[in-house]
Every structure is written in structure tokens, then in C-alpha cells.
């Protein structure tokens, strides 16, 4: 009864390599994420998409773009792996709209630990 | 822009110690606001919430009150156990239609030893 599922968990690359992290939520959301958290804790947002439209991009190299196959699934492409692209990666989800229980409130992937060599 | 700001870690205690993790916010208006937790090797989760102010957010002997006067969310717990070694995030969501964003804190990570 997985919430928010991603794979792999790990993933150990090349620089110069391209991979992809998929992720699945089976929470009927509208709403799926994509963060970077550093070694030292720090979330970034990198991209949320609604409805399988992309909403937010923040400032990320073009090297990453995320898929929308159906509102289920944002997967993360990467391509020319450089070893700063080091990190884990959360997928995150959430319902939209006004009110609500859950209103703002976002679930959370198990993450993927990327090291880049 | 809205933000939060959360006191710096690491925090070490003993067994059935205080805790205080200090959070404060800026913001346009009332966001909710949030305690997320990350285990060691885990995704977040949502520890606890609260929507208004002077709201009482509180879950496994957590607690959080949403202060408009001092803009605070600070996090309490009146003993700690070694299980709640974690990292803590304060978050906030971001104004925008359909409050897609959340804003974290930079976390605070909190190890307790027996």
C-alpha cells in the first residue's frame, strides 16, 4: 500500500552518463514534485507538475526534465551526469484545490541516492 | 518573499530531555504551517500541522502553536526518546494559485543518546 514509490533507490552512474528516476503515487493526486536535498539536508524544489502540466521550474539545468506520462507518474530524466547532480532525489505529491484535511500538505517518496563518479 | 527560518543544528541530548526547535516565518498572509520529519535513510514525513493562528499542531508527543504575534512555529517535546533522532524541516506553503510550493526550513538535525 505504497503511498509515493520511486526507483531505484540507488543509483551509482558515470559522469557523462544519462538515467532516468521514476516515481509513482497511488493517492489520486494532482499534484507531483521533485526535490533535490544536498549533503548537508537542504531541499530545493526542482519542478512541480499539475494535471500533467508543468507548473514550476525553478533554476535547473536543462540537463533535467521531468515526464508526465498520466497524473500518476513524474519520472526524472537526466542527461551528461556531472558530479555536482550528486544528491538524493525526493519525489513528492499532493492534492490541490481549496480545503480540505490535506490541504497544502505534501507525501513523500522513499528518495534516490544519486552519486555520480 | 514568504520563508521560514529555523535554528541551526546539529541538537545532541540525553535521553528524556527537553526539546526546542525554534522556527519563525515570514509571510503575506495566513499560511498553514508544517513539521516535516526525515528518519535516517527515509522520505519526509509529515509530523504535524497547524492552519490558523494559535492553532496546536501535535503528533507523537510533538507540539507546535502557530504564533502571529512573535511569527513562530516553534517545536516541543517534553521528553525525547533515542527513535527520534531525525532530521526536522519547518515549511510553509508559498502564496500562488493552488499553493503548489512548500518552503522548507533548512533542518535541524536532532540526535538523542541513550
Known amino acids: 500500500d505504497t503511498a509515493v514509490s520511486q526507483t531505484p533507490k540507488y543509483l551509482v552512474t558515470q559522469m557523462g552518463n544519462d538515467k532516468s528516476i521514476k516515481c509513482e503515487q497511488n493517492l489520486g493526486h494532482d499534484t507531483m514534485y521533485w526535490y533535490k536535498q544536498d549533503s548537508k539536508k537542504f531541499l530545493k524544489i526542482m519542478f512541480s507538475y499539475n494535471n500533467k502540466e508543468l507548473i514550476i521550474n525553478e533554476t535547473v539545468p536543462n540537463r533535467f526534465s521531468p515526464k508526465s506520462p498520466d497524473k500518476a507518474h513524474l519520472n526524472l530524466h537526466i542527461n551528461s551526469l556531472e558530479l555536482g547532480d550528486s544528491a538524493v532525489y525526493f519525489c513528492?505529491?499532493?492534492?490541490?484545490?481549496?480545503?480540505?484535511?490535506?490541504?497544502?500538505?505534501?507525501?513523500f517518496g522513499p528518495g534516490t541516492r544519486l552519486t555520480v563518479l | 518573499g514568504d520563508s521560514v527560518t529555523q535554528m541551526e543544528g546539529p541538537v545532541t541530548l540525553s535521553e528524556e530531555a527537553f526539546l526546542t526547535i525554534n522556527c519563525t516565518y515570514t509571510a503575506t498572509g495566513y499560511p498553514s504551517l508544517f513539521w516535516y520529519v526525515q528518519y535516517p535513510g527515509e522520505g519526509l514525513q509529515l509530523l504535524l500541522k497547524?492552519?490558523?493562528?494559535?492553532d496546536k499542531g501535535s503528533n507523537k508527543g510533538f507540539e507546535a502553536t502557530y504564533r502571529k504575534e512573535t511569527t513562530s512555529f516553534h517545536l516541543e517535546k517534553g521528553s525525547v526518546q533515542v527513535s527520534d533522532s531525525a532530521v526536522y524541516f519547518c515549511a510553509l506553503p508559498l502564496p500562488g494559485a493552488g499553493s503548489y510550493q512548500l518552503t522548507f526550513g533548512k533542518g535541524t538535525k536532532l540526535s538523542v543518546i541513550p
Open positions: 513528492a505529491s499532493s492534492p490541490t484545490g481549496a480545503g480540505g484535511p490535506y490541504q497544502d500538505e505534501q507525501f
Open positions: 497547524a492552519t490558523k493562528a494559535d
